[in-house]
């Protein structure tokens, strides 16, 4: 269940709590900004763009890929959008907004494709379930998540559980997409069960690349229980401290390293991303800091050393 810590800033958008099953949830009604929507179709935050369901495919028990495509896009706005990025989309019979990952970004067509989760009493990830191919679908966006750096870090370690992995999916797919990025990239992701994993459009990518690519990107999968059978490659458990020090083979305590002789290679710059429901950043990062703010580090990565210029929640 997504915590509803909605968090809408001009700036960017925070994560959260919002992904995921099993948040605590505090209702906090999230009326859309009285932003105009306009007939061209540019992107801006700060108005709505028309765009047309052109797909919608059920992808597990709870979840869609859904696609939405602006017609007539400009050339301008066709330059790729650096990850992570997210747009609003408004549920036009409330007029309520939320935020939602291009797992692709937007391609040359215009099309972005989504993968959504509704809740049983959810408003937007309902609504969006309910449309039919060749209804209208306004959002605004893009809006920034995280920003990616190129070559800031040597290792980026993403940690996410159900479609919380919607950010590290983009980020991921633009970065495949270049294939010229020095960092390394492991992903460790989560899900209840084996049916409610990323459908097969989103890991096989992933799956294909960690094969052919292992000194580039190591892919981790969980599920909490074995409902319908767990695939080979994928864990039966929660992504725990010993789990995270296994997938990155971290078996040398972290305060060895400040004795380490000086003659042993430098530390590699390394950055954890977090996005799932509130209890596992909890478990994983520790809990955010009051008013949005990132708290400190605690849960598996603190007792591991690491510190708040390590770690991100997103
Ligand atoms: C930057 C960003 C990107 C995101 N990207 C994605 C994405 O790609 N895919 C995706 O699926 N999600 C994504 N999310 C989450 C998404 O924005 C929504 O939070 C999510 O879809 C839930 O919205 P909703 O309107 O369906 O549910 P809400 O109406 O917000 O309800 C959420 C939960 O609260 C419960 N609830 C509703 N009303 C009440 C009430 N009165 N009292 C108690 N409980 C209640 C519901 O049952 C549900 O479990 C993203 C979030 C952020 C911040």
Redesign the pocket.
């Known amino acids: 269940?997504?915590s509803?810590r909605l968090g809408r800033r001009a700036a960017g958008?925070?994560?959260v709590g919002?992904?995921g099953a099993g948040a605590a949830?505090i209702?906090i009604p999230d009326k859309s900004r009285s932003a105009p929507t306009v007939d061209n179709p540019s992107l801006s935050p700060s108005h709505f763009t028309r765009a047309t369901l052109t797909s919608s495919e059920p992808s597990g028990p709870n979840t869609k890929l859904l696609v939405l495509t602006v017609h007539g896009l400009s050339a301008q706005t066709k330059a790729p959008l650096a990850p992570i990025w997210?747009v609003f989309i408004k549920d036009d019979d409330i007029q309520v907004e939320?935020?939602?990952?291009p797992l692709e970004g937007i391609d040359e067509h215009g099309r972005m494709l989504?993968?959504?989760?509704?809740?049983?009493?959810?408003?937007?990830?309902?609504w969006l379930h309910s449309k039919k191919v060749g209804d209208t679908i306004e959002f605004r966006g893009p809006l920034s998540?995280w920003a990616w750096k190129e070559d800031e870090w040597d290792e980026v370690v993403m940690i996410s559980g159900g479609?919380g992995i919607?950010?590290f999916y983009q980020l991921l797919h633009s970065s495949i997409a270049k294939g010229q990025s020095k960092t390394r990239f492991t992903l460790l992701h989560s899900s209840p069960t084996p049916s409610e994993l990323p459908p097969p459009e989103m890991l096989g990518p992933l799956r294909e690349y960690a094969a052919a690519n292992p000194q580039k990107f190591g892919l981790h999968l969980f599920v909490d229980r074995p409902e319908g059978g767990v695939p080979a490659d994928v864990r039966l458990g929660r992504i725990s401290k010993p789990e995270i020090q296994r997938c990155l083979g971290l078996n040398t305590p972290w305060w060895r390293s400040m004795f380490a002789p000086s003659s042993e290679p430098p530390a590699r710059k390394i950055m954890f991303l977090i996005c799932g429901p509130e209890p596992m950043i909890n478990a994983i990062a520790g809990p955010y800091g009051r008013n949005f703010s990132q708290g400190e580090v605690g849960g598996a990565l603190g007792e591991l050393g690491y510190t708040s210029r390590d770690v991100r929640k997103l």
């Not at 939320?98 to 990952?101: A, G, I, L, S």
């Open positions: 269940m997504f509803a958008v925070s994560l919002l992904f949830y209702f997210s939320r935020p939602y990952t989504f993968w959504i989760k509704k809740y049983p009493k959810g408003e937007v990830g309902r998540t479609t919607t950010p």
